[in-house]
């Protein structure tokens, strides 16, 4: 999947819409603006794994393919570092299936697709999602096309009317289908040695990123305007190597 480079001025414009947004919204309004491929789909309505795709070559060319954060242990509450590489992640992107076949399980034929974030943001605004097996259950529901049972010919689209071992084979079936959707890293805990898993938030990186550059970006623009007269738009105008010199200068760094 191409992504295209993001000019500063887009990096700012982004950084301004997308401080107050939410999750959702933030990882869609960043992968829509790399978004270079020939889909017709917008991202909103693709499988969640192809955004993060977008999202992990995004801080691939802002910040190279390492990813490190820290996460609080929740036996000790102590930090437990770690960290992943976008590059290695990105291998797993041609095994996303985008039009999966129907699932056959139980004497059940189930036809779903994979979540969207589109399907994301619906489920957030529901009440009580905020609860793990609901926000699940209402996710399933969504992608859930239709299901027969072989005993009826009578078709239905209702996720809830499947018995829980055709529902965890549908869970199951869904998180092959898109690797990329939900990234857990297992960690353990230097301090108590207690083993955890932790989300990997692709999102979250990404935004980090174009959150710093957005800051430098400021920075930039404010000693050369101060010491050149030059306007925003014409500091954001000069590529970034003319741009690095230039506060070099003022810096004393360059001679």
Same mark, same amino acid.
């Given at each position: 999947?191409?992504?295209?480079?993001?000019?500063?001025?887009e &990096?700012?414009?982004l950084?301004?819409?997308? %401080?107050?947004a939410? +999750?959702e919204?933030r990882?869609?309004?960043?992968?829509?603006?790399v978004?270079?491929?020939?889909d017709s789909?917008?991202?909103?309505? +693709?499988? /969640?794994? %192809? /955004?993060?795709?977008l999202?992990?070559?995004?801080?691939q060319?802002?910040?190279?393919?390492?990813?490190?954060?820290?996460?609080?242990?929740?036996?000790?509450?102590?930090?437990?570092?770690?960290?992943?590489?976008a590059?290695?992640?990105?291998?797993? $992107?041609d095994?996303?299936?985008?039009?999966?076949?129907?699932l056959?399980?139980?004497?059940? $034929? &189930?036809?779903? %697709?994979?979540?969207?974030? +589109?399907?994301?943001?619906?489920?957030?605004?529901?009440?009580?999602?905020?609860?793990p097996?609901?926000?699940a259950?209402?996710?399933?529901?969504?992608?859930? !096309?239709?299901?027969?049972h072989?005993e009826?010919?009578?078709?239905s689209?209702?996720?809830?009317? !499947?018995?829980g071992?055709v529902?965890?084979?549908l869970?199951?079936?869904m998180?092959?289908a898109?690797?990329?959707a939900?990234l857990? &890293?297992d960690?353990?805990?230097?301090?108590? $040695?207690?083993?955890?898993?932790?989300?990997?938030? /692709?999102?979250?990186?990404a935004?980090?990123?174009?959150?710093c550059?957005g800051?430098?970006?400021?920075?930039?623009v404010?000693?050369?305007?101060?010491s050149?007269?030059?306007?925003? +738009?014409e /500091?954001?105008?000069?590529s970034?190597?003319?741009?690095?010199?230039? &506060?070099?200068?003022?810096?004393?760094?360059?001679?």
């Amino acid at each position: 999947m191409a992504v295209r480079a993001l000019l500063s001025g887009e &990096v700012l414009g982004l950084w301004d819409e997308c %401080r107050d947004a939410s +999750r959702e919204e933030r990882a869609l309004a960043l992968a829509a603006a790399v978004d270079d491929s020939a889909d017709s789909l917008p991202p909103a309505d +693709r499988p /969640v794994g %192809r /955004v993060t795709a977008l999202l992990l070559r995004l801080h691939q060319a802002l910040a190279g393919a390492r990813m490190a954060a820290t996460v609080s242990c929740p036996g000790c509450r102590g930090t437990v570092e770690f960290a992943a590489s976008a590059e290695a992640l990105l291998g797993l $992107e041609d095994k996303i299936v985008d039009c999966p076949a129907p699932l056959l399980h139980g004497g059940y $034929e &189930v036809v779903w %697709r994979c979540p969207s974030y +589109r399907d994301l943001q619906a489920v957030a605004e529901q009440p009580g999602a905020d609860d793990p097996d609901l926000g699940a259950a209402l996710l399933l529901e969504r992608c859930v !096309l239709s299901l027969r049972h072989e005993e009826s010919a009578k078709a239905s689209a209702r996720g809830a009317d !499947l018995p829980g071992a055709v529902r965890e084979a549908l869970t199951d079936a869904m998180a092959a289908a898109d690797p990329l959707a939900d990234l857990l &890293v297992d960690l353990r805990c230097p301090d108590c $040695e207690l083993e955890f898993t932790a989300d990997l938030d /692709v999102a979250a990186f990404a935004w980090a990123e174009v959150e710093c550059r957005g800051r430098q970006l400021l920075l930039d623009v404010d000693a050369l305007a101060r010491s050149y007269g030059w306007s925003e +738009r014409e /500091v954001l105008a000069l590529s970034e190597p003319r741009r690095a010199s230039y &506060v070099r200068i003022l810096t004393g760094e360059l001679p």
